[in-house]
């Protein structure tokens, strides 16, 4: 029996990376190191200041914590600038529909992202009325792969982590439901997600029948 559903933001509901990369990019720019969208992934599903680290390991530099600092709070400004830009038309194919069709089966919905940000993307998307519970990367201390952020929402819920199901499009975060006993679907490339439970390529390709064969 499936009580509980935990999403991933960025990449599951809403393409954040594109305002993650432009923003990231900018910076780059500004320290004069080279990045690209490949490089982007690489930040997919990692925190803010890991990000950071991988830019800054990308373009051999090194920089004492409050530069850093410093650095982490600029991008995130530039990156709000869009994010509060945002409006439901950028919800990804599917979602809503699938969450919808999920309240109407009494199955809990609940949040399980890195960004702290994500409350305001939420709010522009008009989501945040369909969530029972949000936890987010202000209410977590260790990153995915670590099952933190997904345990913290089952129990939110009330739910048993055997009995929920995380859809994620991170490897990293395929990990850490797997890690939190939970079942997972992953969203994107079945070679990279090769661990989670069933992949599709989006949520407009998940029903409650395909939840139910997990
Ligand atoms: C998202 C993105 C990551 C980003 C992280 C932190 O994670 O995928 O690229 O670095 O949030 O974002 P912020 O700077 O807003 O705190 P998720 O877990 O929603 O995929
Ligand atoms: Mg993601």
Redesign the pocket.
């Known amino acids: 029996m499936i009580e509980a559903c935990i999403f ?5 509901i809403v393409d ?2 594109r305002y ?1 990369y432009i923003a990231w990019k900018e910076l780059a720019d500004e320290l004069g190191i080279e990045f690209t969208e490949k490089d ?1 992934e690489r ?6 200041m ?2 950071l680290d991988i830019l800054l390991e990308i373009g051999g530099l090194t920089l004492p914590p409050q530069k850093k600092e410093e650095l ?1 709070q600029k ?2 400004e530039n ?1 709000r600038s869009y ?1 509060l830009k945002m409006t439901p038309e950028e919800i990804l194919p599917g979602a809503l529909k699938f969450i919808r069709e999920l309240k109407n089966n009494d199955i809990l919905i609940a949040l ?7 409350m305001t ?1 939420l709010d522009r998307l008009e989501l945040t009325p369909w969530f029972d519970a949000i936890i ?2 202000t209410k977590v201390t260790a990153a ?1 792969p670590d099952p933190e ?1 997904f345990l913290k929402g089952a129990e939110a819920l009330n739910a048993n982590p055997a009995n929920c199901v995380v859809f ?3 490897e990293a ?1 395929v990990e850490a439901a797997l890690r939190g006993g939970m079942k997972c679907v992953g969203i994107g490339s079945p070679k990279t997600l090769s661990k989670a439970h069933l992949v599709v390529s989006g949520l407009h390709e998940m029903n409650i029948t395909k939840l139910s064969q997990l």
């Not at 930040?43 to 803010?48: A, H, I, M, T």
């Open positions: 991933d933001l960025d990449g599951v954040t990376a993650h982007n930040l997919k599903g990692v925190s803010r890991r990000s982490a991008k995130n990156y994010i399980g992202s890195a960004s702290k940000n994500a993307i987010d990367g995915k952020v994620e499009d991170a975060g």
